[in-house]
């Protein structure tokens, strides 16, 4: 995912005003997109199989999102965002210290 996303912005015309403007998030998101592209085609390969599970279930969930967003659905939306944060938070909370 980090790799697509850097390689996609990376294509734009207007990529330096992207690149430009992005903070910690993007940042902490697409470090992976840094570091050795061999290893991680090798990775990606070995996990052909899963990986395309993964992805499939990730653009389907994409999906889902944009209609919401296409649509204006304010609580539906605001359901998907607090399922993700607490999701999220619940797994920081069982991460060992």
Known sequence: LAFTLVAELAARPDA???FDNAAGGF???TRIAASSPEMW???AL????????????YADA????RALIAAGDAGAIAELFEQASHARRAWEA???K
């Open 16 to 18: 330096a005003t992207y």
């Open 27 to 29: 940042r902490d998101f």
């Open 41 to 43: 085609r090798d990775i």
């Open 46 to 57: 070995a996990n052909r199989d899963a990986l395309l599970t993964e992805i499939d279930g």
């Open 62 to 65: 994409l999906a889902a999102a």
């Open 94 to 96: 069982r991460r060992p």
